[in-house]
């Protein structure tokens, strides 16, 4: 097995020199610094991580812990975050708190008694415990597409402005009554996309109408129960918004089993767009989330942190886009658009500091 002495004979340095380019614990000069990874890569060297860590308190490892790892959403996220990792040389731990609260702190304690060097987490609808956890023990974090407040670095895209477009599109197209399958009260992307719908209403001049509003708790089984809600009202909508993609599989479901005809009875458009979304029939119209963007800049604002632990925290916006299909009623498809109402701020992302 080749050792840290054997790469440091093959550059003609010391062993005090490779481990310093190693675990970059000074300041190397750059032909030194080629020298020695010359010698590691023409030797095969595999550097001990373990041993690392114990020099430097780091392990180069991120926890990330995000429910309902097999919704594509969430897939696509992971494919970001990991990408991110791997380029400034981290690997990720992974955890499931499956939206639970309890569950979510305990996850939170594995992941640090693992000693990674931060965490990126999708908050539950009730992130007070474990909030309370990682501010007590300092531990770096970035709240990913939930908002838990100013105080503490996220990252997550634009929801009102893009939902509000759903609506006003709708509206547009000749429909008064469009009802809105919600998510999961308490999460902030529930929030914004009910106040979404609630502005283009209201930019539409449609009356906002209670009964056209039901939650789908951010799955698809609540989502076939707040659909066949929706249409067993006494004025059912003519068009409906789902919130998210598992809820988006829930209303086609509901509406395949009542044996309504998408767009023909009813239209449907969705907020999260699928890598398939063209190969249902109808094709769907949806707003396209930046997934991969998403976990990409939460690696980015993490690694930001670790180097200034002091900095003020930061939230970054991410603006989505208006996938035109043929599930709202219309006969062709479009190019893709952006938000009817973009972010005042620069064309990659909204920022905003928090100072104290």
Not at 36 to 43: K, N, Q, S, T, Y
């Amino acid at each position: 097995m080749t050792t840290m002495a054997d790469v440091a004979r093959r550059a003609g340095v010391s062993v005090a020199t490779v481990s310093h380019v190693l675990n970059e614990t000074r300041p190397v000069r750059p032909d030194t610094r080629s020298a020695v990874l010359g010698a590691i890569d023409e030797l095969g060297y595999t550097h001990n991580t373990l041993a690392r860590s114990l020099v430097t308190s780091r392990t180069r490892s991120i926890g990330l812990a995000v429910s309902a790892i097999s919704n594509p959403y969430f897939t696509e996220i992971l494919q970001g975050v990991e990408a991110g990792a791997l380029e400034a040389g981290y690997s990720l731990l992974i955890a499931d708190p499956h939206d639970d609260p309890r569950h979510e702190r305990k996850v939170a304690q594995l992941l640090h008694e693992r000693r990674v060097d931060g965490m990126i987490i999708a908050p539950s609808a009730e992130p007070a415990e474990l909030v309370e956890y990682l501010l007590r023990r300092e531990v770096p974090t970035v709240f990913l597409d939930r908002l838990v407040g100013d105080e503490h670095d996220q990252v997550c895209a634009e929801s009102t402005g893009p939902v509000r477009q759903l609506v006003e599109h709708l509206a547009d197209l000749g429909h008064t009554r469009i009802g809105l399958v919600a998510g999961l009260p308490g999460l902030s992307t529930t929030t914004e996309r009910v106040q979404g719908y609630r502005e283009g209403l209201r930019a539409r001049g449609l009356p906002f109408a209670p009964e056209l509003l039901a939650g789908g708790n951010s799955e698809a089984e609540g989502a076939q129960d707040a659909t066949r809600h929706l249409l067993a009202t006494p004025e059912p909508p003519t068009a409906i918004i789902t919130a998210n993609n598992a809820m988006t599989i829930g209303a086609l479901r509901a509406l395949r089993a009542m044996g309504l005809q998408v767009p023909g009875d009813i239209a449907l458009a969705c907020f999260d767009d699928f890598s398939w979304a063209d190969l249902f029939t109808p094709r769907l119209t949806a707003i396209a989330q930046p997934s991969k963007d998403i976990g990409a800049a939460a690696v980015r604002l993490l690694l930001e942190r670790l180097e200034e632990p002091d900095r003020p925290p930061r939230t970054i916006r991410l603006p989505c886009s208006f996938v035109h299909r043929t599930s709202c009623g219309c006969a062709a498809s479009a190019p893709a658009t952006p938000p009817a109402t973009p972010p005042a701020a620069p064309p990659v992302a909204q920022e905003r500091n928090r100072t104290s």
